[in-house]
């Protein structure tokens, strides 16, 4: 029971540059989470936007959440080769016994 | 240090030999849950437990069991293990199935 899915599934940027990757779903949620996964190990929440919410800040990242489009965007800024890996975001339905549900990802690849 | 601790890292068995996954958190969170990943598939949910004797299935939970007998672990067991369950596991914790989680370094699991 996918809800989230990302887009683009793979992006590969210059070290500077910003990086987009953009996350639809389907029902309506309590909230997403953003998640990165550095190759073959655990994931790391990143941020977490309340469906109340229209965007919000951690550092170089941004997130926006249009509730009305059922979607979300990730902005990465200035990034860096460190940023190399796979970003996932986590929808939590609003209604059900539907627990927190994982897209596939984008795999991002930030050449120095 | 508040952490998802899972064991083993690596796992090579055959096909038919019991096996058991075992995870534990030190953060005192309600919520636990097994989750596979797998090549373009993404993360997907084996079972999932929303308190100690709860316990219910996610996404894809045959050929899978779980226990909660206490709140720190949730281990994941395989009673009978095929080569179709030859995947990368992540065991996570939360306060709650709509909050942030915290995920273990992984399990990888191949079955011959």
């Known amino acids: 029971s996918q809800q989230g899915e990302e887009d683009p599934q793979a992006l590969s940027i210059q070290e500077g540059e910003n990086a987009t990757m953009n996350c639809s779903y389907k029902?309506?949620?309590?909230?997403l989470q953003w998640y990165r996964q550095n190759s073959g190990r655990g994931l790391v929440h990143l941020i977490l936007?309340?469906?109340?919410?229209r965007e919000k800040h951690s550092g170089r990242l941004r997130v926006t959440l249009d509730t009305s489009k059922k979607s979300s965007s990730l902005l990465i800024t200035a990034s860096r080769a460190a940023d190399t890996a796979s970003y996932f975001c986590?929808?939590?339905?609003?209604?059900?016994?539907?627990?927190?549900?994982f897209g596939k990802g984008t795999r991002l690849s930030v050449i120095a | 240090e508040a952490q998802v601790t899972q064991n083993p890292r690596y796992l090579i068995t055959v096909t038919g030999k019991k096996l058991t996954v075992t995870c534990s958190q030190n953060?005192?969170?309600?919520?636990m849950s097994w989750y596979r990943q797998d090549p373009g598939l993404g993360l997907r949910q084996i079972y999932y437990?929303?308190?100690?004797?709860?316990?219910d299935k996610g996404d894809v939970p045959e050929g899978y069991k779980v226990s909660r007998k206490e709140k720190r672990n949730f281990p994941l067991i395989l009673e009978s293990p095929s080569p179709n369950q030859t995947s990368l596991y992540f065991c996570?914790?939360?306060?709650?199935?709509?909050?942030?989680?915290?995920f273990g370094a992984g399990t990888r699991l191949s079955v011959l």
């Open positions: 996570a914790s939360s306060f709650d199935d709509r909050n942030i989680q915290y």
């Open positions: 936007i309340r469906s109340n919410e």
């Open positions: 437990s929303m308190n100690v004797e709860v316990t």
């Open positions: 986590a929808t939590a339905p609003s209604s059900g016994n539907t627990p927190l549900v």
């Open positions: 953060m005192n969170h309600e919520y």
């Open positions: 029902t309506s949620i309590n909230n």
